[in-house]
């Protein structure tokens, strides 16, 4: 879903009152931020905190030298400060950048990114950890300017960074970590993204209501009739009354520009006045959709707006970089609905409102984009994705093969469905994918936030034996290894073949030196096996935008390892043919 080149240059007259207007795409030659060729001039790029940096002839993708890093202690960074003259990347699609990790582990690193409104860890770029860097490979690390929401659900503007932090969180004082950098480049927007504009010189008033003749040409109603009015004007001489009818539902005004989208991009806010004469508060909504809208996830729906009794507020709403319900950034030069409404009311209601207008200058509260859970998505309509996924299609036949199983997975929060940061837990997505094409395959969660060893042990396996698994898939954090032993086999002797994770959440949770115990343990008993998924995940697309503000992994991350786990089962079902059969010896 790309604009076409031809709405950059669209001149439009939409209605009295609404232009659109934009002009060719501008396209700047690439940029390179930092090729590592040199020691002063990469001095005038980085400054380098609790690290040392050399220029190296090693792991070189450009020119003759890279830039050696040895990471000293946590926070250990390479950092670009520029508060005082924030760095315009606006005219950029990403930013990348190469990094080899020498060591036989992965590299944890995170990326801290501020633009000039950041005020605060809420309020900037900076998912906790998740880019793992392969060991003893080079890989291409690339940030999309699009997908940089802040922990509170902003889209960063890449027109003004002030801050852009490479750094190792969790690099540790006696052992330090040795990444080599290079070729740090800035990619330049493409046919399909959305160009900038610079900001308009003046508001753009979309109903200056002083007719109602104009306001009924720009506005459509449903459920609502709308009138002049001279009472509570802020502009001229009048004001619309919107009169809200009774039991009508989602009652609202809305412009609608079919066939000719309006182009916003030169405003950053969309203001009106309104005048509530009631004796009590009412709430309004605004929801702005684009050319790509086709439901609830993929448009903009603001906070609701809450107009005090007896006052006139002016509204102010950020729709600079405004994103969907979804988290993806809205098309704002193709804007094709904007819709003032209210919920259903048992009565009558009544408001003013007056100078409606989109402002460049910056204000008002940005949404706040739950990008985790999203209405009416749940394991089984993202599962009905899943089987005509290009990868899984072809892994069908496998999973209907699969004969009856009963499957218990023991886990923590990361693999609950019912928590806020998904739709969907890998686990239950891939569960269901299997189940819709082969009913034979049932499964059970037994879950607990913070799920350790000890408590899957005390609360768990009783229930979990009761449930007579063919199956248990145990997604926990390790605690101590023999207890660890034990359940597993305890679930084996009561005939469950056991799948041991190594993690599901890339950020936390993950250790090299315990995996290589479930390897040995996997070679002394038949079923025991160890599911890798994390490696998995390394140089995946965007793992920066699988965090949830909480910690939590997001739909996209549970996605990415629903596909990797059914890929997993197909593998293990093509090795085995039959579920592996029971090891009786019991011996660790
Ligand atoms: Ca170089
Ligand atoms: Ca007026």
Redesign the pocket.
């Known amino acids: 879903m790309r604009p076409s080149p031809s709405s950059w240059v669209v001149i439009a007259v939409i209605s009295q009152t609404w232009l659109a207007w934009g002009e060719e795409a501008p396209s700047p030659a690439p940029v390179s931020l930092d090729?590592?060729?040199s020691f002063d001039a990469r001095h005038q790029v980085w400054q380098i905190g609790d690290a040392d940096a050399e220029l190296s002839a090693e792991h070189?993708?450009?020119?003759?030298?890279?830039l050696k890093v040895i990471l000293k202690k946590p926070g250990a960074s390479l950092r670009i400060e520029s508060r005082a003259r924030p760095l315009d990347w606006s005219q950029h699609h990403s930013i990348t950048f190469d990094a080899f990790n020498p060591h036989a582990e992965p590299v944890h690193l995170t990326i801290r990114i501020d633009d000039k409104y950041s005020k605060g860890y809420q309020d900037r770029f900076e998912p906790g950890g998740v880019f793992a860097l392969p060991p003893g490979r080079m890989t291409r690390m690339k940030l999309v300017f699009d997908h940089l929401l802040t922990k509170g659900g902003r889209l960063l503007d890449p027109s003004c960074i002030t801050v852009f932090i490479i750094y190792a969180p969790k690099v540790r004082a006696d052992s330090p970590q040795t990444v080599f950098f290079?070729?740090f480049r800035l990619t330049p927007l493409g046919k399909g993204d959305i160009a900038p504009l610079p900001p308009a010189k003046k508001p753009l008033v979309i109903d200056n209501c002083e007719s109602a003749d104009k306001s009924k040409a720009v506005w459509k109603t449903a459920g609502v009739t709308i009138a002049s009015s001279p009472d509570h004007a802020t502009e001229g001489k009048q004001s619309l009354k919107v009169t809200f009818a009774p039991k009508a539902e989602w009652p609202g005004m809305f412009i609608e520009p079919a066939n000719k989208p309006m182009d916003l991009r030169p405003y950053r806010t969309l203001r009106f006045d309104a005048h509530n004469p009631s004796a009590k508060d009412l709430p309004i909504y605004v929801r702005i959709d684009d050319a790509n809208s086709f439901n609830h996830d993929s448009r903009f729906t603001a906070n609701t707006v809450r107009l005090p009794a007896g006052e006139t507020t002016t509204v102010a709403i950020n729709i600079h970089r405004m994103v969907s319900t979804a988290g993806i950034r809205m098309d704002k030069s193709r804007i094709a609905k904007l819709i003032l409404f209210m919920s259903t009311n048992a009565a009558e209601r009544v408001i003013f409102i007056d100078n409606v207008r989109v402002d460049p200058v910056p204000g008002g509260v940005a949404n706040a984009v739950d990008f985790g859970r999203i209405p009416g998505q749940n394991p089984v309509s993202l599962a009905r994705e899943l089987i005509n996924d290009p990868v899984i299609k072809p892994l069908i036949p496998i999973l209907k093969a699969i004969p009856p199983k009963r499957v218990a997975i023991i886990s923590h929060s990361a693999s609950m469905t019912s928590h806020s940061a998904t739709s969907g837990s890998f686990f239950d997505i891939a569960a269901e994918t299997v189940r819709l094409v082969n009913p034979g395959f049932q499964y059970k969660g037994f879950h607990r936030g913070m799920m350790s060893i000890s408590i899957a042990r005390r609360m768990f396996l009783k229930p979990a034996l009761k449930y007579q698994p063919t199956d248990t898939c145990i997604v926990v954090f390790p605690t101590t290894w023999n207890e660890e032993r034990d359940l597993m086999l305890e679930l084996m002797k009561a005939g469950s073949n056991v799948y041991r994770f190594d993690s599901v959440l890339p950020w936390i949770a993950y250790s090299p030196s315990l995996l290589q115990t479930y390897r040995d343990f996997d070679k002394k008993h038949a079923n025991a096996n160890l599911i890798e998924l994390v490696p998995r995940s390394w140089g995946a697309k965007d793992p920066y935008r699988w965090q949830f503000r909480d910690g939590h992994m997001t739909t996209y991350g549970h996605l990415f390892f629903a596909r990797e786990l059914l890929k997993e089962w197909a593998r293990i079902c093509r090795q085995t043919g039959q579920p592996p059969g029971l090891d009786e010896t019991g011996e660790n």
């Open positions: 090729d590592c060729e070189v993708t450009s020119g003759k030298s890279s290079d070729t």
